[in-house]
């Protein structure tokens, strides 16, 4: 099982469990969000994060090409 199989099952289950309390989506979202960037502090610096989550961010429109790649 791949790393990102691992986690997206879990995230499958806390959406569903949360859809049983009537939680949205979008503020379980914003938790798995929280819940990321307290794991990045761990090892990471707050500039790391930052440029991890410009990353992200930048590449948001998946039918674009990549940041790193755009002319």
């Known amino acids: 099982m791949s790393p990102y199989q691992l986690v997206s099952r879990h995230v499958q289950a806390a ?3 949360a859809a049983g309390h ?4 979008d503020v379980v979202a914003r ?3 929280s819940e990321a960037v307290r794991i990045f502090q761990r090892n990471r610096s707050n500039d790391d994060i930052a440029a991890e989550l410009t990353g992200l961010a930048d590449n ?3 039918d674009s090409p990549l940041v790193f790649m755009r002319p």
């Not at 009537?22 to 989506?25: E, K, P, Q, T, Y």
């Open 15 to 17: 959406l569903a469990e």
């Open 60 to 62: 948001l429109d998946e």
């Open 31 to 33: 938790c798995l969000l």
């Open 22 to 25: 009537s939680i949205d989506a």
